[in-house]
């Protein structure tokens, strides 16, 4: 059974920075591609970053330079460093874990991100 436990989420003033963390257990972690989602109120799910079993790393265009997500496979865990927060990165953030090449994806339960003065 796979899990997805997020941490790390908080209150933070603008300028700030979080780290999120994500343990998965359950599938053979070091095989998924490893995500980071995030949802305002009110709006749609986004994606933020995406880190390959090669950790390769991509980034949504509005958090290039100011987010950087990275992997520990002896963890089993993933990463979201996030700073330089604005009110607008106020969202639950959600760990995705994804086998490639297939549409087998898992979610965690998520951590609240409030950026606020």
């Known amino acids: 059974q796979v899990q997805l436990v997020e941490s790390g989420g908080g209150l933070v003033e603008p300028g700030g920075s979080l780290r999120l963390s994500c343990r998965a257990s359950?599938?053979?972690?070091?095989?998924?591609?490893m995500g980071w989602y995030r949802q305002a109120p009110g709006k749609d799910r986004e994606w933020v970053a995406t880190?390959?079993?090669?950790?390769?790393?991509k980034y949504a265009d509005s958090m290039k330079g100011r987010f950087t997500i990275s992997r520990d496979n002896r963890k089993n865990t993933v990463y979201l460093q996030m700073n330089s927060l604005k009110p607008e990165d106020t969202a639950v953030y959600y760990c995705?874990?994804?086998?490639?090449?297939?549409?087998?994806?898992?979610w965690g339960q998520g951590t609240q991100v409030t950026v606020s003065s």
């Open positions: 995705n874990a994804n086998l490639p090449h297939t549409d087998n994806h898992a």
């Open positions: 359950g599938i053979i972690f070091s095989i998924y591609n």
């Open positions: 880190i390959s079993s090669g950790s390769r790393t």
